[in-house]
């Protein structure tokens, strides 16, 4: 029992990871698909976090289970056990919301850039690829999502 609750906590926090805002990773549905070029000149680049932290709670829920389990089966017996569980849950909460909030962050870029026609667009995107001011760039164009590459 205690080996499918931490199985089933672990698959709760693999479901907190990130999709990716990579200019470099594509999805399946966007592969092949035409997009808009315009080409422009970095104008200013600013470090930025990228949060997707939705408030669901999966890591608090999970570190819970987890803590309750650890203590609660570990930690002396009957009324002692119950009060150690609970301990456990608040504490493996606690751990858990943290994990969360710390694998929903991830470093990205607010880049501008000036446009040919000398209008400014600013786009966000993980920081896996590096940009300096008047770096000669392009900005790709489809469905809503915009990306800046060289």
């Known amino acids: 029992m205690k080996n499918l609750i931490a199985v089933a906590a672990l698959v709760v926090l693999a479901g907190c990871a990130l999709?990716?805002?990579s200019a470099s990773v594509y999805?399946?549905?966007q592969a092949q698909g035409e997009q808009t070029v315009r080409?422009?000149?970095v104008d200013s680049v600013r470090p930025v976090t990228i949060d997707?932290?939705?408030g669901g709670g999966?890591?608090?829920l999970a570190g819970g289970a987890l803590g309750a389990v650890a203590a609660g089966s570990t930690i002396g017996s009957g009324n002692g056990s119950l009060a150690a569980g609970v301990v456990g849950a608040v504490l493996g909460g606690i751990v858990g919301n943290q994990v969360?909030?710390?694998l929903s962050k991830r470093p990205g870029l607010e880049i501008t850039v000036r446009l040919s026609n000398g209008e400014l667009r600013a786009i966000t995107q993980d920081a896996d690829e590096q940009f300096n001011v008047g770096d000669r760039v392009r900005l790709l164009?489809?469905?809503g999502?915009?990306?800046v590459t060289h």
Request: aromatic share 0%.
């Open 141 to 143: 164009s489809s469905r």
């Open 58 to 60: 999966a890591g608090t």
């Open 52 to 54: 997707k932290n939705t």
């Open 27 to 29: 999805s399946s549905s």
């Open 145 to 147: 999502v915009t990306r």
């Open 39 to 41: 080409m422009g000149v």
């Open 19 to 21: 999709p990716p805002n």
């Open 100 to 102: 969360e909030s710390n």
